[in-house]
């Protein structure tokens, strides 16, 4: 069909327009070929007559239809010209707020000036793994397929981001690497994907700027490399710079402001950080003041600052690089700020006073006067001379600006260097991904310099994209196999070789300025001389300073001044020579002649875009243009050797304003980024591209009966076709698609819409027709009617007569009586029936209320028992808090004594101190009388006699000590081997006692009857044996603090001891005095060791009567001498007070064996008794006098037990007495021990002291006796003196030895307390159990007593399973590890594994064995971990674990014993309790193991059901003859496209949550722990769902509303199926199924808007609104929702408060609970089967 054709009645077309560029028109008139006006109406109402050539008619272009407005791709609409996409774009950015939108492969993103909230996680999350075009359009899908084929096709990335300034290219970059940072975890430590972003910050406050366009425009070109290793994580990036504005630093334009990092420094001026910097206000420094205003609206510039100084220190640039930065900008400052002044005849000078010269010299320790001379001068250097020759006030101030210029570029360039270091990472790169942030195409009413060379970057960039496109349109056509035509398409390599051919723009700038005397003039002279035949380079009429481009996007006039100057870059060698003779190292490295290289890429080697300043010869010198052009050439060979994808930035206003669209400035940047060349390329060939699918649902309206029965769906669209359009050019099949020319889908809209109107009209002419006759056949039916009733009464009137009426009347009587008759007989049977049916009813209600007293009556005696055992327990616990606070205050009281005893220790230190100094005094004494010894030579002879003498006897004296340590030390071994006899046989006397008791079993029978005759006498004798037993601990504690001080006492003669070896060593005459203390020291020790012979025998005594008095009712005499050693004469040491605590404490053992003997002896007892009873009962059952009897022996038997139990409570009282005993002993060892250690130890010093003083002695006696004389007689004084320091230093000691007395009784107290509260616990846990015990025994006894009138039964066994400790591994083996969740017995009894294991674990408890049982249940936890460890994705295993640790976890608790688990056991099962052993920490340790096995099977559930959500709930229509699908014709790129292997439906999701509930309910899962896993799952259901319609436009319908609330009655009609409607699941749907209610519903009417705020309770403001704004109409039927409902709809939620979130979190998790369930079997029953292979197990 013919274009032409088109333009029929009621069609529209878009016609130019001045100020919305296109305004739309309606066709009020069909147009025919010849028709030289088209006749049009406006949407104001105005009639237009549009003009047409008939020769050449040129139609305006038509408007699509209105179900193709706001598609997500425009290459996807019917007409693609630019009023389409300038609609296309209107309508999704200001009715729906959508700012992204597909042009084919570009993504065109609008500035919404406004923080959107589709930015978070949760949305980069959603994004990940997503074919590109499957959701709406956004920056994370562009990056999404960018991570994708870099991971498929193994090839380096691009994304290239351009735009004007302000059109938001800087944001979508930083967004664009933070979705690569977050999907690509690197799992190092350097967190590098954190510096990536932490990047950001830093180049933007050093190249971001104020401009009137934008407040944070960023003015240098950016490409960032972000390098993946193998596996696709982020090891590191690189970053390289392009042409930054250096003018900017020096000039700023109005309303501008110079870079971010000035102004956020001089925020931070009155820091004392950087009082050094002579900062002052931005206003006042003239490179920041030039543009007015220092300020933006909403911009912190402090705050800005501390997160720049925050991002230097994640990037590792430390205090010392930041530092010497902030001082090169605040030199910059202060550059701008010197005066320079004119001196006339074109001399100029600057002040050496200057304080912003002084500040800068001095920051960046360069001298002032070398600057202020090659400022204000410069040298020419000639053939014999060189010149200084001085330069004007306009060189000088150019010369200090280029100055500033230079130096901020080569920060600028050292900043990002130091950057890109940061950000390596060791590593080896597989792959990169480069992001591009480049300016846009620029016009301004003045261009210069660097918009030629902008605007020359995006020809290169255009020209690339044109071919990129063109390839991928080729790809296209080939893999469809449609044949390819060659496309025409606007090519701009002329304007290309226009630029940088040889002899073109650049060539000629470059040649210009190597001429000393070049000037802009003369260069754009040499331009129109050379260029002026170029068809793209203009001369303007009216300018001669000028020139004109003709660019792919528009015409641009650039002014010729400033190129020369720019283009050279030119600064005085002078000035660099003085900057690199400076003292600081930071700026003389800028200037250096030759810089280390860059760091560059691993893949890509790549110069840097700014090269090093090169040496000053001017030939040598390269230009800013020849540079630009070399790292732009680089640019585009990355580019090349990448996948492209393209992001084109948009400023919809220059306002700034949120949401606000001006069509003259979008369609200007349209047209200069390439989409509207894109939109030419794609319409020139086939730009509708659908598959065969959407074109069947879509269009088989259209189909006759005979298409549609056809089962081939690609030949029935063929058909179709072939018969809907005539010309086969205007359409092509391909293998998978149908490619249609311009305006054929347009075509088919109307004629689908035809169809569609003529149904509509034949349906309605049927339905108003019906109604007209159903209304017709209503009226005749009450005319009808009205006739019979008036012909009745016509008729009754001339038949009635006075018989009639008579007979009439008697019929009425009689029909009276007979009628009240039946009703009496019904009523009084009525009657007696209610009568009965009360009289039942309230005797049963009466039985019910008596049954509810009763229940009432006997739960209060139950809470009397309970509040009473819980009285105790809190009176327990507040005893040992007593307890715990009187330990606490005796410590703090024997800390308060231990300080004061120190304050007297360091009072006498003081003292001492004193003393020693005037002992000092009275040497120096000594010394001032050497003098006189010269005088005694006369009596030389004499002493030397008397020396030999000395010497005799003190070697004597030597000889004699030594014998005498020596015969002490064989003493104290001989004691030692004593010691050692003595405890061999006394653990041989313990063995013949443990034989004889052995021996004393088989009287059992004699010591029977004496028990019994003598048990109550014995019990009193016990209690007075207590009491005696108590005082003698008493006493022997006594004892053991005497014998302590003893020890102390011989530590203090040994510290005499060593005192007076001291005293040998101030005189000879000292040695007889200290042979005396020997003596008495050995007369002490004699009588210290008879004491403690006295003491152990008195000990020995008592103890020996305490035994006797214990047992000699039950043992021979001759027995008890077996407790005690034969050899009692030779306890005489500490250590037989031990043995005699272990007699004592065997005696009490014997005891306890002996009652328990006694008490096997009653019991055996009872079951005579028991028998007795039954045989009587038996033989006098008929006799009913001898019942009496019976209940007298019952009587009896009660009272033995009552008398058994009293005697079983004295035994705890024993146990405790003889742990206190052990206790006791024990610290007498310690103490023991430690005292002969420390005799030991001060034996050795002693003698080692005699040894040390007495060699010392003999080496002075000489100078001794020639002194002799003059000591005698000063001797006297020092002896005194010597006395007092003895005094003194005994007294200190005295007080060491207190206070470590102290120190001792208060770590004994403690640990006596300790051990006290420790007892106590034990003893209250003992009585428990023994409470615990007795009311078993009790009842016991009862069901023995009644068990007497039952037949005896046989044998039961009593549900324990008995192992070997070695068959345990094997056990953990075949029941955990080795099992198969499938098995045969695991069918049966799917719980079985956690019913044998438990069995096990009640007969290691029935043993009292903790090891084993410690171990057993180790190894299940550890196995059952194992087990999921290995198996963690099989949902049966992890299933099946679940259900058994579940179960095991329930069996512990039921048979715990706890009163709140036994409330629902049999009487069996409370008999089968533990009763050894708490397993609370292990039940704590079992529900932890569990939670974990419930999150792992709902991970693996979830990874399962996902891929079958969105197909299911969403793309599958469930609805028959109800078409929810919009086909949108999107062009997926080739690396998007896949063909699924499977097709899910509603019914796959159905079937996979019946097979995960199957699964729980076969491995006997319990329900409640089965409904918390299906809700889980059906949260994930609803959220991922309603994430998907967030993020997709084509899912926001009405039908498609239908289709999910179809889908939702699926699942509710799937959970009543299962009985699971009170498991909560439904009511994580009603999120989505008020979602879909929101598609459904009316959008018109403000009571609309009130019910919609009204009834969306789960959907907060932000999801509702965007729901309103993406609804998308499937016919021409339905309507779009309006910008004032949604208005009105946000009106009402303001009164309702909710989150902002605009995504449902699918990682959220309900909390898991276990609920205790009893179990019904009973495990004696249980039985293990031989599949198993547990032979090893046997039952009890």
């Known amino acids: 069909m013919a274009l032409s054709e088109l333009y029929t009645k009621y069609n529209r077309v878009w016609i130019p327009d001045e100020e919305q560029v296109w305004k739309s028109a309606e066709i009020t008139r069909d147009f025919h070929s010849g028709d030289d006006v088209l006749e049009l109406l406006l949407e104001d109402g105005t009639v237009r007559l549009h003009p047409v050539d008939p020769s050449k008619p040129k139609l305006p272009p038509l408007r699509n239809p209105d179900i193709l407005v706001g598609e997500n791709d425009l290459t996807a609409l019917s007409y693609l010209h630019e009023p389409a996409v300038l609609h296309n774009l209107k309508v999704r950015f200001v009715e729906s707020r959508i700012i992204y939108t597909y042009c084919g492969i570009i993504l065109v993103a609008v500035n919404p000036y406004k923080q959107l909230p589709v930015y978070g996680d949760a949305i980069i999350h959603a994004y990940s793994g997503q074919n590109m075009g499957d959701m709406d359009p956004h920056i994370f899908a562009v990056a999404e397929e960018a991570y994708k084929q870099m991971a498929r096709n193994h090839k380096n990335q691009s994304i290239i981001v351009s735009g004007e300034s302000g059109a938001g290219k800087t944001v979508s970059a930083r967004y664009a690497m933070r979705y690569f940072a977050v999907v690509s975890k690197s799992g190092s430590q350097t967190r590098v994907e954190d510096k990536v972003l932490a990047s950001n910050p830093i180049t933007e406050a050093i190249g971001n700027a104020k401009t009137t366009r934008n407040d944070n425009s960023s ?52 820091s004392a950080e950087f009082k050094h910097l002579r900062l002052l206000s931005a206003d006042e420094f003239r490179y920041t003041g030039m543009g007015g205003d220092i300020t933006i609206d909403g911009v912190n510039d402090r705050k800005d ?70 400022l204000c001068n410069r040298r020419i250097v000639l053939v014999a001379e060189t010149v200084v020759k001085p330069v004007p006030k306009e060189r000088a101030a150019a010369g200090r600006d280029a100055l500033a210029k230079q130096i901020y570029a080569h920060l600028f360039d050292c900043i990002i ?51 990129h496109v063109f390839k991928l349109e080729q790809e296209e ?120 290289s860059r760091a560059t890429s691993k893949g890509i080697k790549v110069k840097s875009a700014r090269p090093s300043v090169k040496p000053a010869n001017k030939q040598l010198r390269t230009s800013v243009g020849d540079k630009f052009r070399s790292s732009l050439s680089l640019l585009m060979e990355t580019l090349n050797a990448t996948t492209p994808h393209y992001v084109r930035c948009i400023k919809p206003n220059d306002e700034k304003l949120p949401f606000e669209y001006d069509s003259g400035r979008v369609v200007q940047q349209l047209r200069a980024c390439g989409v509207l060349e894109t939109i030419r390329i794609s319409a020139q060939s086939y730009p509708s591209r659908w598959t065969y699918i959407e074109f069947y649902s879509r269009y088989s309206i259209l189909m006759s009966h005979v298409e549609a029965d056809f089962n081939d769906k690609k030949q029935t669209c063929k058909n179709v076709l072939q018969r809907l359009i005539q010309d086969s050019n205007q359409y092509k099949f391909g293998r998978t698609k149908i490619f249609f020319r311009a ?50 009464k016509r008729t009754i009137r001339k038949t009635v007569t006075a018989e009639t009426l008579k007979r009439g009347w008697a019929a009425v009587v009689i029909q009276r009586y007979w009628r009240g008759y039946r009703m009496r007989q019904i009523y009084h049977a009525v009657q007696m029936a209610s009568i009965t049916i009360q009289a039942f009813t309230r005797g049963w209600m009466t039985r019910k209320r008596y049954k509810k007293m009763m229940e009432e009556h006997k739960a209060l005696v139950l809470q009397k028992y309970a509040k009473a055992w819980l009285a105790r327990r809190r009176f327990q616990t507040m005893r040992r808090l007593v307890l715990n606070v009187q330990l606490s205050y005796r410590v703090q009281q024997l800390r308060k004594k231990s300080e004061e005893q120190n304050k007297e220790n360091r009072a006498l230190m003081e003292r001492l101190t004193s003393l020693a100094s005037s002992h000092s005094q009275t040497m120096e004494k000594l010394h001032s009388q050497e003098a006189q010894l010269e005088k005694l030579t006369t009596l030389k002879a004499s002493l030397e006699e008397r020396e030999k003498k000395a010497r005799e006897e003190a070697s004597m004296t030597i000889n004699q000590l030594q014998r005498r340590f020596e015969e002490l030390n064989t003493e104290k071994q001989n004691l030692e081997k004593k010691l050692e006899v ?26 029977r009857k004496i028990a019994e005759n003598n048990t109550d006498i014995q019990r009193h004798d016990h ?71 006295e003491e152990s025998e008195q000990t020995r005594a008592k103890t020996k009567e305490i035994i006797r008095q214990l047992l000699g009712g039950f043992i021979e005499e001759e027995k008890l001498l077996g407790l005690v050693p034969e050899d009692s004469e030779k306890i005489y040491e500490l250590d037989d007070v031990q043995e005699a605590f272990e ?214 066994y009593l549900g324990m399973l008995e192992y070997k400790r070695e068959d345990e591994a094997r056990l953990i083996q075949n029941i955990i590890t080795d099992l198969k969740p499938k098995g045969v017995v695991v069918n049966v009894i799917p719980t079985l594994p956690a019913f044998i294991l438990f069995m096990c674990v009640r007969h290691a408890d029935y043993l009292n064995d903790d090891n084993k049982l410690k171990s057993l249940m180790n190894g299940i936890i550890q196995g059952v971990k194992k087990v999921v460890l290995a198996h963690h994705k099989d949902f049966e295993s992890l299933s099946f674990w679940l259900s058994n640790t579940y179960q095991l976890l329930n069996c512990l608790k039921q048979y715990s014993g706890e009163e709140q688990f036994l409330k629902q056991s049999t009487p069996r099962q409370k008999k089968n309790c533990l009763q050894n052993f708490d397993l609370s920490e292990h039940r704590q340790i079992l529900s932890d193991l569990a939670i974990q096995i419930y999150h792992q099977l709902i991970s693996v559930m979830q990874k399962t059901l996902t891929p079958a959500i969105v197909p299911g709930m969403l793309e599958h229509e469930s609805l028959q003859g109800i078409s929810s699908m919009k086909p949108t014709g999107f062009r997926k790129r080739s690396s998007s496209l896949y063909n699924d292997s499977e097709t899910y439906t509603i019914s796959s999701i159905l079937q996979e949550l019946s097979v995960f509930y199957s699964a729980m309910s076969h491995h006997g899962m319990e329900q409640s722990l089965t409904k918390q896993a299906v809700k889980q799952l059906f949260f994930l259901i609803g959220a991922t769902t309603f994430n998907q319609i967030m993020l997709r436009k084509d899912m926001c319908s009405c039908r498609k509303g239908m289709q999910i609330r179809c889908n939702i009655s699926y699942l509710e009609e799937w959970l009543k199926e299962n009985g699971l409607q009170s498991c909560g699941a439904i009511d994580t749907l009603r999120p989505l199924a008020q979602a879909a209610w929101l598609l459904q519903v009316n959008k018109s009417t403000d009571e609309d808007a009130k019910e919609i705020a009204e009834k969306c309770t789960e959907l907060n403001p932000v999801q509702i609104v965007k729901i309103l704004n993406s609804y998308t109409p499937i016919d021409d039927f339905e309507k779009r929702v309006t910008s004032s409902f949604v208005r009105q709809v946000q009106s009402f939620l303001q009164e309702y408060e909710g989150a902002t979130q605009l995504m449902l979190d699918t990682d959220y998790r309900f909390q898991v609970t276990f609920p205790f369930y009893p179990s019904s079997t009973a495990l004696e029953s249980l039985q293990v089967p031989s599949s198993l292979h547990l032979e090893f197990l046997t039952r009890i």
């Open 219 to 270: 003015r240098f070109g950016k490409y960032t490399e972000i390098s993946f290793d193998r596996r696709y994580r982020i090891i590191g990036a690189n970053m390289r710079t392009y042409l930054l504005e250096k003018s900017r630093v020096v000039f700023q334009a109005e309303n501008e402001r110079n870079y971010h990092i000035f102004y956020q420094m001089c925020s931070c001026a009155d």
């Open 305 to 374: 600052f501390e997160e720049t100084r925050q991002t230097f220190f994640l990037l590792g640039l430390k205090e010392d690089f930041q530092s010497d930065v902030f001082k090169v900008l605040a030199a910059i400052l202060h550059l701008g700020n010197v005066e320079i002044r004119s001196s006339g005849d074109d001399k100029s000078s600057a002040p050496l006073s200057d304080s912003h010269l002084a500040a800068f010299c001095d920051l960046l320790c360069v001298s002032a006067a070398e600057l202020v001379r090659w």
């Open 417 to 467: 260097s130091r950057i890109n270091t940061a950000l390596q990472v060791p590593g080896k790169q597989h792959a990169f991904i480069g992001v591009l942030d480049i300016y846009g195409f620029e016009t301004f009413d003045i261009n210069s310099f660097e918009q030629f060379c902008i605007n020359y970057a995006n020809e290169k960039l255009q020209q690339q994209f044109n071919l």
């Open 477 to 596: 056509y080939m893999k469809e196999d449609i044949p390819w035509t060659l496309i025409d398409f606007y090519d701009n390599q002329p304007v290309i070789d226009l630029i940088e051919a040889k002899m073109g723009i650049l060539d000629l700038l470059d040649e210009e300025c190597l001429f000393p005397q070049g000037t802009d003039q003369s260069w754009l002279q040499k331009l129109f001389n050379y260029l002026e035949a170029n068809p793209l380079f203009e001369k303007p009429r009216l300018s001669n300073e000028a020139f004109v481009i003709q660019h792919f996007a528009d015409k641009v006039e650039y002014q010729c001044r400033g190129f020369l100057e720019k283009n050279r870059d030119a600064l005085y060698e002078e000035l660099v020579d003085t900057m690199r003779a400076s003292k600081f190292s930071f700026l003389a490295h800028f200037f250096q002649e030759e810089e280390p």
């Open 743 to 792: 305006g054929q889908v347009a075509y088919l809209e109307k004629l689908r819409l035809d169809r569609l109107r003529g149904a509509c009209v034949t349906i309605q002419k049927h339905v108003r027709g019906w109604s007209r006759k159903r209304k017709y056949l209503r009226i005749r039916e009450a005319a009808v009617i009205l006739q019979q009733y008036i012909r009745g």
């Open 982 to 1007: 003595s405890i061999k046989k006394t653990k041989e006397s313990f063995d013949q006692v443990k034989r004889s008791l052995l021996e004393e079993k088989e009287n059992e029978v004699r010591l």
């Open 1023 to 1093: 209690e007075k044996e207590l009491e005696t037993l108590k005082e003698e601990l008493k006493r022997l504690k006594e004892d053991r603090v005497s014998l302590q001080r003893k020890v102390e006492d011989g530590a203090q003669v040994c510290s005499d001891l060593q005192e007076q070896v001291i005293q040998l060593t101030k005189h000879v005459k000292v040695i007889p005095e200290l042979r005396r203390d020997l003596n008495n020291l050995q007369n002490q020790k004699d009588n210290l060791d008879r004491k403690m012979k």
């Open 1143 to 1356: 007699s004592l404490q065997k005696a009490t053992r014997l005891l306890e064996n002996h009652q328990k003997e006694q008490r096997e002896t009653y019991e055996s007892q009872m079951e005579g008794l028991t028998l007795r009873v039954e045989h009587l009962q038996n033989e006098n059952g008929k006799l009913q006098n001898l019942f009496q009897e019976k209940s007298n022996i019952n009587e009896d038997i009660r009272q033995e037990v009552s008398r058994l139990s009293s005697e079983n409570s004295v035994i705890p009282e024993l146990k405790l007495q003889v742990s206190e005993l052990h206790r006791q002993k024990q610290e007498l060892e310690t103490v023991v021990r430690e005292q002969n250690s420390e005799l030991a130890e001060k034996n050795m010093e002693i003698s080692n002291i005699l040894h040390k003083k007495i060699t010392e002695e003999s080496s002075q006696r000489r100078h001794f006796e020639e002194k002799a004389k003059e000591l005698e007689e000063i001797r006297e004084e020092l002896q005194v003196r010597i006395e007092e320091l003895e005094e003194e230093n005994e007294h200190l000691k005295r007080q060491q030895l207190m206070e470590g007395e102290v120190k001792t009784k208060l770590r004994e107290e403690t640990s006596q307390l300790t051990a006290e509260n420790m007892d106590l616990e034990e003893q209250l846990d003992q009585k428990d159990r023994w409470i615990k015990k007795l009311h078993s025994q009790i009842k016991c006894l009862e069901m023995s007593q009644k068990a007497k009138q039952a037949p005896a039964l046989p044998k039961e």
